[in-house]
């Protein structure tokens, strides 16, 4: 490894301190919701290692495993550009051969980094005139050769490498969950202070719109 467990301490509790910055901004009002399953937080280990209920709002918890997945991508970037040679080679090709466009997700804030950069379609309402994952395809320069083959052994050695890149993300995941865990008190006092009582007061509010009349 790359990065000792300090550092990643370190990165862990400038990431906690921006979430905890960021919290109180949030309502529910401000973020719609969507009914795909989020690949990023749905079964994540940081979400338990921070103690946090299923119940809490995607938005909130969107927004805590996207600043931490970031310490983990960037220790993997560090750790292929110093170690992982072919890999590195590959991916950095792969950059610029599909470089140039508009790309919807650059530049995003944590909350909204990987989620989808268009709104649900909904059957009682007309088409959208474009997308933004559209414009992106439409705005996408073709390339003018194809990329050279790859070599068996090139092949096997990348191969190789990937498995060593995965081993080196999952040891930096569980490094990352435990360092997360010292910060359970400040988490779940936040959400206690900033989220459960706009939550309630949704649902008191719901609670008497749906009440029949007298």
Same mark, same amino acid.
């Given at each position: 490894?790359?990065?000792?467990?300090?550092?990643?301490? %370190?990165?862990?509790?400038?990431?906690?301190?921006s979430?905890?910055?960021?919290l109180?901004?949030? &309502?529910?009002? %401000? /973020?719609?919701g969507?009914?795909?399953?989020?690949?990023?937080?749905?079964?994540?280990?940081?979400?338990?290692?921070?103690?946090?209920?299923?119940?809490?709002?995607?938005?909130?918890? /969107?927004?805590?495993? &996207?600043?931490?997945?970031?310490?983990?991508?960037?220790?993997?970037?560090?750790?292929?550009?110093?170690?992982? =040679?072919?890999? /590195?080679?590959?991916?950095?090709?792969?950059?610029l051969?599909?470089?140039?466009?508009?790309?919807?997700?650059?530049? @995003?804030d944590?909350e909204?980094?990987?989620?989808?950069?268009?709104?649900?379609?909904?059957? &009682?309402?007309?088409?959208?005139?474009? %997308?933004?994952?559209?414009?992106?395809?439409?705005?996408?320069?073709?390339?003018?050769? =194809?990329?050279?083959?790859l070599?068996?052994e090139?092949?096997?050695?990348?191969?190789?490498?990937?498995?060593?890149?995965?081993?080196?993300?999952?040891?930096v995941?569980?490094?990352?969950?435990?360092?997360?865990?010292?910060?359970?008190?400040?988490?779940?006092?936040a959400?206690?202070r900033?989220?459960?009582?706009?939550?309630?007061?949704?649902?008191?509010?719901l609670?008497?719109? @749906?009440?029949?009349?007298?």
């Amino acid at each position: 490894m790359t990065v000792v467990g300090s550092s990643i301490d %370190t990165r862990v509790d400038a990431a906690v301190d921006s979430w905890l910055r960021w919290l109180p901004t949030w &309502s529910p009002g %401000t /973020h719609r919701g969507r009914a795909r399953l989020c690949r990023r937080c749905t079964g994540s280990p940081m979400i338990s290692a921070a103690g946090i209920d299923v119940d809490v709002p995607h938005q909130v918890l /969107h927004a805590l495993v &996207s600043r931490l997945q970031r310490i983990i991508d960037r220790d993997v970037d560090e750790f292929t550009a110093n170690e992982l =040679p072919a890999l /590195h080679a590959e991916l950095t090709g792969e950059d610029l051969w599909n470089s140039g466009g508009y790309d919807p997700a650059a530049g @995003l804030d944590p909350e909204f980094e990987g989620l989808d950069p268009d709104p649900e379609p909904e059957e &009682s309402e007309q088409p959208y005139l474009f %997308t933004l994952s559209g414009l992106a395809e439409e705005t996408r320069p073709e390339a003018t050769l =194809p990329r050279p083959p790859l070599s068996p052994e090139e092949k096997r050695r990348i191969r190789r490498e990937i498995e060593l890149a995965d081993a080196h993300a999952d040891s930096v995941g569980r490094e990352v969950c435990f360092a997360v865990m010292s910060h359970r008190a400040r988490i779940t006092t936040a959400i206690e202070r900033f989220v459960e009582p706009q939550i309630r007061a949704m649902l008191d509010d719901l609670s008497r719109h @749906l009440e029949p009349p007298v």
